[in-house]
């Protein structure tokens, strides 16, 4: 055996017990190619298999290239299966990214396949069409969510207004108008059963009246009409219910001035915010937002590709750098879930502050397969996803991915409380409280000072 068998390797020429096909073997997997996978009884025990992989963990992880060495994650166990139940061996070697087409020349894992240097690409990859035309697949073996990584030091921001902000401007101005509208309306029912004051006079005490109902004032000078009473009630009733709804009760308007930053959920959150680099792995799922029928998203991608140039290997995709600028607000990073929430999952236990999480909506998803070497011959092919089928039927793949997968949607850092803990409010949390009775009171001094020049002091009223 000579000194290119670390790249090779042959067969042992015997068909192992079925029972192995099974999940007893412990797997990691990434993008490889097969060289000549045999049948009992082949004579072509002499053929090679070599096996090209990349890091993107969970999924596969590539520790060293070598003869038969181990491989990490989900397709790792793949591999071991196939190799174990199909018996062959294989060589480990890098192939960088799951490949695209790029001037009519495919690169990466397919690439590869297209220029017959593999036999099978196994890594995550997108069943698309132009990769059928490259490379037949094999049955499906996982689902693939992407999904947006962003995060934020802290869940909360400092907003003095934030009790204002809440509620938009039109609806303060319709506030506004009803204030206007009901006080004159009680005015003119009370001038009409009584002369005692002037028209500004009643129309001014009842602004200031609703005014202060709106905030909860209880009035020390109910209107004595039956009439007013009743428009006073039906004011009262209606804004009551809109307060109620809007700030759900004392503690939830208290913690407005505390409110929760918003979250990066979906593509136009990304394309609205033009100085927040994104990432993507580079190779893989970025053409589709090149081919996307939005003009926002494919805005984004030439800001991904062109201005920010923010691709990266697969392996680097998750740098300390990268999650860094994550967690404090200024990247995010695209990828499928699985991905994100590993390394989401350790920056959270390595940081005391700050949050990581999923966007809301999903940016792609697809049905994950293999590819083959359109040249492997057909009875290799059988058997590849003929032990594929096997482990699908068994329930292996599905339990393998939600060992890697789950329903990841975010994490804290080991400081921060989980949500489920009410927060204490500190002064800096309620410094809004200060500016608003500071405005109050000044608005109160400048109508003092009025009607201390326009009314005599014997007649001013309390």
């Not at 793949?78 to 799951?98: D, E, M, P, Q, T």
């Not at 297209?114 to 990859?125: H, I, K, S």
């Not at 009775?437 to 201390?452: C, M, Q, S, Y």
């Amino acid at each position: 055996m000579n000194a290119s068998f670390l790249r090779i390797a042959t067969f042992t020429g015997k068909r192992r017990p079925r029972s192995l096909n099974l999940a007893i073997y412990r797997l990691s997997g990434i993008g490889f190619e097969l060289r000549g996978l045999l049948s009992v009884g082949s004579q072509d025990s002499s053929r090679i298999l070599a096996t090209f992989a990349f890091q993107y963990p969970p999924y596969h992880v590539l520790h060293e290239e070598g003869r038969n060495v181990a491989v990490g994650g989900m397709y790792g166990k793949i591999l071991r299966v196939l190799s174990k139940s199909l018996g062959f061996s294989y060589s480990v070697s890098n192939a960088a990214a799951w490949g695209i087409k790029v001037n009519n020349t495919w690169n990466g894992a397919i690439g590869l396949l297209d220029r017959d240097e593999a036999d099978v690409a196994l890594c995550c990859t997108n069943p698309t069409a132009d990769k059928l035309a490259v490379a037949p697949l094999s049955p499906m073996i996982n689902p693939i969510e992407i999904i947006i990584l962003a995060g934020r030091l802290t869940r909360f921001s400092k907003d003095p207004f934030a009790v204002l902000k809440q509620l938009h401007y039109d609806v303060w101005a319709a506030l506004a108008i009803g204030i206007l509208f009901v006080s004159l309306l009680l005015t003119a029912s009370q001038l009409v059963l009584t002369r005692a004051s002037t028209f500004v006079e009643v129309c001014l005490r009842y602004i200031f009246l609703l005014f202060g109902n709106t905030w909860n004032e209880c009035s020390g000078e109910p209107p004595k009409w039956n009439t007013i009473r009743m428009f006073w009630i039906t004011w009262i009733f209606g804004i009551s219910i809109i307060l109620m709804n809007a700030y759900a009760g004392q503690l939830k308007g208290a913690m407005l001035f505390k409110p929760e930053k918003p979250r990066l959920n979906g593509l136009w959150d990304l394309h609205q915010k033009p100085n927040l680099r994104v990432y993507v792995p580079e190779n893989s799922f970025e053409y589709i937002f090149k081919i996307s029928d939005k003009t926002f998203v494919r805005q984004l991608y030439s800001r991904i590709v062109e201005k920010h140039k923010t691709r990266r290997p697969a392996a680097t995709l998750f740098s300390p750098d990268i999650l860094s600028s994550v967690l404090s607000t200024g990247a995010a990073v695209i990828a499928s879930r699985p991905a994100c929430a590993r390394a989401a999952t350790e920056k959270c236990k390595n940081s005391p502050i700050g949050e990581l999480y999923a966007g809301a909506e999903i940016v792609y998803s697809f049905h994950a397969v293999l590819f083959l070497n359109r040249k492997l011959p057909s009875y290799k092919q059988r058997l590849i996803n003929r032990s594929i089928r096997r482990l699908n039927e068994a329930g292996l793949l599905l339990s393998w991915f939600r060992q890697v997968a789950g329903a990841w949607k975010g994490c804290l850092g080991t400081a921060v409380p989980d949500g489920h803990q009410l927060q204490s409010l500190h002064v800096a949390d309620i410094e809004g409280i200060c500016y608003v009775g500071l405005i109050g009171h000044t608005i109160a001094a400048i109508a003092f000072v009025i009607e201390k020049i326009q009314i005599p002091a014997g007649r001013m009223r309390g």
